[in-house]
């Protein structure tokens, strides 16, 4: 039979999901230093309401440039520097902190936010985050979600040991690396933003069992840093100054940074001390895979007009020897699949066309990934 189209059942197709990862490296150098003209860093875009910043891997008035992540710091009602003399920018530095919470932590029984947890335990209290760093990742790296257990910040956390220009260099054994350890098996889902890991420390300085010193919300793509990773590694007086971009590189602790500087000026001196940040991302394909198969007894004609012969007014099959009682064959070189009102949805094409005879039985997979 010359037929063309064929009707798929219930068993014809099937639905998978596939998830695929990407490594994403960001250096130091891409966060600050890279791209500085005078004492202007061209890739890293503050805003006129100087509540975040954002970073570019590339001068951010380029075209081509994508972003990355962007940078902002906060502090709770309940932090100790709220009652500070005159904090800058103190009402939106708390309002950060806020809606952070909000969307990460969420409410408690009485209807108030919760503060950020250290490890996470949120109903049995424990030591809060209330002064944090937040890196808000760009959709463009993260995809649908960080990888658990790929996650890797290094951040210098000790005192300015030289430098030049803008930029300042910091003592190599003050370098700590905080990665959400062990996350693949044990990571916690008490969050309306999904599920989220602990940051842990590594370095000589630091050895194994401390306390976690950050959090890692993997389908939000967020990282929230707590203010005593600095003070806890560095000892109390760590020098952080309020703007490393402006020379200041030795004017005070973490929590002067918090109260004397503006969050820009805060984002300024947290950039330049990260050296290093990688994670993998994860993409999920869903896939649905038709099996189009023809039997020994279908697809063996072709309609295409060429196929036939107009000779002595009659149709014939065009066969190579111009034997008329010749086996019908066919090469079949697409795939189509349509709807129930006869719509093309989607087109296979196949890489060489394939023989197609009564001898013989052909299955084609299809795949569509959305």
């Given at each position: ?173 003050t370098m700590i690396t905080c990665s959400d350890h062990s996350a693949s098996t044990n990571y916690k889902t008490n969050s309306p933003a999904g599920e989220y890991g602990l940051l842990y420390t590594s370095s000589a300085a630091a050895p194994n069992g401390d306390p976690p010193v950050g959090l890692i919300f993997y389908q939000a793509g967020v990282c929230v ?146």
């Open positions: 039979m010359a037929s063309t189209f064929k009707e798929m059942g219930a068993t014809d197709s099937t639905t998978t999901k596939t998830l695929l990862h990407e490594a994403i490296p960001l250096t130091g150098t891409i966060s600050s230093g890279t791209y500085v003209q005078g004492t202007t860093e061209t890739n890293i875009k503050n805003y006129s309401h100087g509540i975040f910043q954002s970073v570019y891997d590339y001068p951010f008035l380029s075209s081509s440039a994508n972003h990355i992540y962007d940078l902002t710091v906060g502090f709770s009602n309940d932090s100790a520097l709220s009652s500070a003399a005159a904090p800058n920018q103190q009402s939106k530095k708390i309002n950060i902190y806020t809606q952070m919470a909000q969307l990460l932590v969420g409410y408690d029984e009485t209807g108030s936010i919760r503060n950020f947890d250290q490890d996470g335990n949120i109903i049995a209290g424990g030591t809060k985050i209330n002064e944090a760093i937040f890196i808000t990742f760009s959709r463009l790296l993260v995809k649908d979600e960080i990888k658990k257990e790929s996650f890797q910040l290094i951040i210098d956390t000790g005192s300015v040991d030289g430098g030049t220009g803008t930029i300042p260099e910091f003592t190599v054994d840093l707590t203010a005593s990773l600095f003070s806890a590694h560095g000892a109390a007086a760590s020098p952080f100054g309020p703007n490393l971009v402006a020379n200041h590189f030795d004017t005070g602790s973490i929590d002067r940074m918090f109260t004397g500087s503006n969050i820009s000026s805060s984002c300024d001196a947290f950039r330049n001390r990260l050296f290093n940040l990688e994670f993998n991302n994860t993409t999920e394909l869903n896939s649905t895979v038709y099996f189009c198969r023809g039997n020994h007894n279908e697809f063996n004609y072709s309609s295409n007009p060429t196929y036939l012969s107009g000779t002595n007014g009659a149709s014939e099959i065009v066969v190579k020897d111009g034997d008329p009682r010749a086996i019908p064959v066919s090469y079949i070189t697409t795939v189509g699949l349509y709807s129930p009102d006869n719509e093309l949805l989607a087109v296979a094409k196949l890489s060489e066309p394939l023989k197609k005879t009564p001898g013989n039985e052909l299955t084609f997979r299809v795949r569509l990934d959305y």
